[in-house]
């Protein structure tokens, strides 16, 4: 979190967000019940149980509630400066 972020849908904040950590969770399950039978540790997953690649976290607008990942605040903050510098020219 060392770049500006924007609202790519609100656009009017700049400032107030909620982080929300992703934490994956690897669990077995019953096939029939549906019943957790067991947690596994990343490193103990099985050749057939693919890992989270996913985002660690997500940003959710304070203002307006949208979720997006990070990249999607930072790259509109960084298009609304361009957009900016060419509107003082
Ligand atoms: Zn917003």
Known sequence: MTSPYFCPVCKSNRMRFTIIEQVPRYVRLHPQTGE????ILQGDLDAFHNPYRGDNFLVQCGVCSTIANEERFIKTAQNANATGALGQR
């Open 36 to 39: 957790m039978v067991a947690e």
